[in-house]
């Protein structure tokens, strides 16, 4: 459930008659307080008046960027396994998406990885921006300084924007450090940096998130964002504005809770017979299904939902060629207890098939 102080933010809103459109790119308390948070976890100086746009969630921060950014012919980099708006995004845009492959971990501890070489080989004259998301989703990765250094030289090399969706950025696991594109070293005026209400705050079907982005681009996102939505919910900003002044605690209680979460679910799946990657962010788990025998994932996973009753999303879906992702599924650990009870008497009769 959401914080009982985020709530009550919001029912004052309504009942103080916040009613009427904000200004376009946002309500300037909740402008104040993205601003003033960002700076002070990260040292990287945020106008909320020329760097902050507010949308309609960061799946509409996302499409309005990428409107903005983005001309017909350009190409846009995307991790896969992708968070499945990422590539329809850039073709809405008009761009060509280039995958680069995040590989499985090899052994327990470690993360999912790219190839250097195969990254390098994606940049090229045509390439406008790269997508990266961390914690990421569906894989749990966090990509490390060195890593994002690394897409950073890219970007100044080749002259290419990073477009960073960080809506997980509060729930990471086992010592893992998030750490934003744009505080890296001549990173700030080339980033595009999206984050949300949704998922720190357990409010998604609030659709509150952001920008924060150099000026000229803001000024594109702004321009995108207003023919798209005109504005996010009033009474919601206001409430947003509250939620980010909670104190430190409360972010340190979602991480520990999301812990325990993933520890409940990683045991049930692994005792039923799952190969499972464990996320270092985010709150999913990524699955090899190989053992139970089953021809591709979907098939997998119509048989999870229709005989035994426990839902999961094909891997599938998150690859350009699907046969990529045919022996995974990925499950979700932002549940109840409840639900996590009933999941682990289903999957009690899932017998391996080989």
């Known amino acids: 459930p959401a914080p009982a102080d985020i709530k009550a933010a919001a029912c004052d809103a309504i009942n103080a008659d916040i009613n009427q459109y904000a200004v376009t790119w946002g309500a300037k308390p909740l402008r104040d307080a993205i601003a003033k948070d960002f700076s002070r976890r990260y040292g990287v100086a945020v106008d909320p008046d020329a760097n902050l746009t507010v949308c309609c969630g960061s799946t509409e921060a996302m499409m309005s960027t990428m409107m903005a950014i983005v001309d017909p012919g350009d190409e846009v980099i995307v991790f896969e396994p992708f968070y499945e708006n990422y590539g329809p995004d850039a073709i809405l845009s008009g761009a060509t998406p280039r995958f680069v492959k995040l590989r499985e971990p090899l052994n327990p501890g470690t993360d999912w990885s790219f190839d250097p070489a195969e990254l390098q080989?994606?940049?090229?004259?045509?390439?406008?921006?790269?997508?990266?998301?961390?914690?990421?989703?569906?894989?749990?990765?966090?990509?490390?300084?060195?890593?994002?250094?690394?897409?950073?030289?890219?970007?100044?090399?080749?002259?290419?924007?990073?477009?960073?969706?960080?809506?997980?950025?509060?729930?990471?696991?086992?010592g893992a450090t998030h750490v934003p594109m744009a505080t890296l070293e001549g990173m700030?005026?080339?980033?595009?940096t999206i984050n949300s209400l949704s998922k720190t705050f357990s409010v998604t079907g609030w659709r509150v998130g952001w920008t924060i982005a150099p000026a000229d681009i803001s000024g594109a996102i702004r321009k995108v964002h207003?023919?798209?939505?005109?504005?996010?919910?009033?009474?919601?900003?206001?409430?947003?504005?509250?939620?980010?002044?909670?104190?430190?605690?409360?972010?340190?209680?979602?991480?520990?809770?999301?812990?325990?979460?993933?520890?409940?679910?990683?045991?049930?799946?692994?005792?039923?017979?799952?190969?499972?990657?464990?996320?270092?962010?985010?709150?999913?788990?990524?699955?090899?299904?190989?053992?139970?025998?089953?021809?591709?994932?979907?098939?997998?996973?119509?048989?999870?939902?229709?005989?035994?009753?426990?839902?999961?999303?094909?891997?599938?879906?998150?690859?350009?060629?699907?046969?990529?992702?045919?022996?995974?599924?990925?499950?979700?650990?932002?549940?109840?207890?409840?639900?996590?009870?009933?999941?682990?008497q289903r999957l009690a009769k899932l017998v391996a098939r080989v």
């Open 121 to 174: 080989r994606a940049f090229n004259d045509k390439t406008r921006a790269i997508i990266i998301n961390t914690p990421n989703n569906p894989t749990g990765k966090v990509f490390t300084r060195d890593e994002l250094q690394m897409i950073a030289s890219l970007c100044q090399k080749w002259d290419v924007i990073a477009v960073t969706d960080e809506i997980y950025e509060h729930i990471i696991y086992e």
């Open 188 to 192: 700030a005026e080339r980033t595009v």
């Open 226 to 344: 207003d023919f798209l939505t005109v504005g996010a919910a009033a009474p919601l900003q206001a409430a947003g504005a509250a939620a980010l002044n909670l104190p430190e605690s409360y972010y340190k209680g979602l991480a520990a809770s999301y812990q325990q979460k993933r520890e409940r679910l990683l045991g049930i799946l692994e005792r039923a017979g799952f190969v499972c990657y464990a996320p270092r962010g985010a709150y999913y788990i990524m699955t090899d299904i190989s053992a139970f025998g089953f021809p591709d994932d979907v098939a997998f996973a119509r048989h999870l939902v229709a005989d035994i009753g426990v839902a999961s999303v094909p891997g599938s879906s998150f690859y350009r060629d699907p046969s990529s992702g045919r022996n995974k599924v990925r499950f979700c650990f932002c549940k109840q207890e409840s639900t996590f009870a009933a999941a682990e």
